[in-house]
Nanobody
């Protein structure tokens, strides 16, 4: 079993920054991907950034967000120059074999 706990969400103004963290515990020895997804109100969950071999970002966040695997148990998402359209619940995701694991999410609200 793998447990994921996100933290770092909150309310910020447009143009500000936030750093999200994901604490990973459990059987982490065979993780083959780590990533962040988000789901805005009324929309489907979408990929934000993922490390799987290489690193990939959604076009909407390229140049503003940076995903990092800080250590075996922590994945971070540095979000700069936040926009109102970045408002969403952000979910941490890890892949082990063909199975995805999800955290419960952390809310990011960008509003003036």
């Amino acid at each position: 079993q793998v447990q994921l706990v996100e933290s770092g969400g909150g309310l910020v103004q447009p143009g500000e920054s936030l750093r999200l963290s994901c604490a990973i515990s459990g059987s982490i020895f065979s993780i083959n991907s780590v990533g962040w997804y988000r789901q805005a109100p009324g929309k489907q969950r979408e990929l934000v950034a993922i490390i799987s071999g290489g690193t990939n970002y959604a076009d909407s966040v390229k140049g503003r967000f940076t995903i990092s695997r800080d250590n075996a148990q922590t994945v971070s998402l540095q979000m700069n120059t936040l926009k109102p359209e970045d408002t969403a619940v952000y979910y941490c995701n890890v892949g082990i074999g063909n199975r995805p694991y999800w955290g419960k999410g952390t809310l990011v609200t960008v509003s003036s």
